[in-house]
């Protein structure tokens, strides 16, 4: 019996990475390949959805484990690709760090990166906007000879969990949308 076996850790986060790390360590004799990079631009619908709830997963465990507040860590950051990617590259990073097969150290490093992480976040969420109970899109300035950007309204959000859901739905349609419109222009007419 562990030490670990005498408690449950609340708010426990096990990415389907770590999951399959576990049943390696087992000695199944599967292969197991390092967590890649996330290319928001590249991936599929199907990658995207699975992508996003992985994301969103670790986020409410980091905010919880660190008590990061809304101005760092708002609850509607998945509507601000300048957080979706800090985040995102910030779980791959610690899906590494963590790693059974890293140097013992790292998770120094990550805890280091991760601080300046914060500093990125905490200026990030001041610029776009977004708050505890509503957000608005980030204002992008228009450069000379760019239109003006359609001016961008609040919107109080009641339920963060139903509103991830529903960005994340529109993003994994927009992306089969773009997914059937190329292989539809594979079929000769």
Same mark, same amino acid.
């Given at each position: ?23 390696? =360590? ?12 996330? $290319?928001? $631009?590249? &991936? ?5 959805? *699975?992508? #996003? $709830? ?21 609850? *509607? ?12 590259? &910030?779980?791959?990073? #610690?899906? @590494? ?12 490093? #990550?805890?280091?990166? *991760?601080?300046?992480? @914060?500093?990125? =976040?905490? $200026? #990030?969420?001041?610029? @776009? ?48 949308? =773009?997914?059937?419109? *190329? ?7």
């Amino acid at each position: 019996m562990t030490r670990e076996d005498d408690f449950e850790v609340p708010g426990a986060y096990e990415p389907e990475y770590e999951a399959s790390a576990a049943a390696d =360590l087992q000695g199944d004799g599967s292969a197991m390949e390092p967590p890649r990079p996330v $290319n928001w $631009n590249l &991936l599929t619908s199907t990658d995207a959805r *699975f992508e #996003w $709830n992985e994301l969103d997963a670790w986020v409410k465990w980091l905010r919880e484990t660190y008590a990061l507040g809304p101005t760092t860590l708002p609850p *509607f950051w998945h509507r601000h690709w300048e957080l979706v990617w800090e985040l995102s590259a &910030l779980h791959l990073h #610690w899906l @590494c760090a963590y790693d059974p097969q890293q140097h013992g150290s790292a998770p120094l490093g #990550w805890h280091r990166d *991760f601080h300046d992480a @914060c500093v990125r =976040l905490r $200026n #990030w969420t001041a610029d @776009c906007g977004t708050k505890l109970d509503r957000d608005r899109p980030t204002r992008v300035a228009a450069w000379p000879g760019e239109p003006l950007p359609d001016s961008a309204t609040e919107v109080v959000i009641r339920d963060r969990d139903a509103d991830f859901a529903a960005y994340v739905d529109a993003d994994v349609a927009r992306r089969r949308a =773009l997914e059937d419109a *190329f292989i539809a222009s594979l079929v000769p007419a």
